[in-house]
């Protein structure tokens, strides 16, 4: 059984800066699995903000590009968000969600969701 933890949400000032960390546990070959932040606030559908794929390579949503930074650490089974110059729109729970390569998916492999961390960006 496969679970993901976020942790590092918390109340920062606008402008300020946060860091979020996404742990994997159990069976899982962490390193060729694409990883994803998504975030919901309140009212709103989900959505992508960034990804990283096995390669290391990223994509970000436009609302956060050039503020936010996905990295992963194969090593430690861990994917990072660092959120900088954070705005109180960016106020949402953020998830991460990490899902198997195709190969995997046809033998029965599925995506793994967190349960979310709380970002609030006030003054």
């Known amino acids: 059984q496969v679970q993901l933890v976020e942790s590092g949400g918390g109340l920062v000032q606008p402008g300020g800066s946060l860091r979020l960390s996404c742990v994997a546990s159990g069976s899982i070959i962490f390193s060729v699995y694409a990883l994803r932040w998504y975030r919901q606030a309140p009212g709103k559908q989900r959505e992508l903000i960034a990804a990283v794929n096995s390669s290391d390579s990223t994509n970000y949503a436009d609302s956060v590009k050039g503020r936010f930074t996905i990295s992963r650490d194969n090593a430690k089974n861990t994917v990072y968000l660092q959120m900088n110059s954070l705005k109180p729109e960016d106020t949402a729970a953020y998830y991460c969600?990490?899902?198997?390569?195709?190969?995997?998916?046809?033998?029965?492999?599925?995506?793994?969701w967190g349960r979310g961390t709380l970002v609030t960006v006030s003054s």
């Open positions: 969600n990490a899902d198997p390569p195709e190969t995997m998916v046809l033998l029965g492999y599925v995506g793994v």
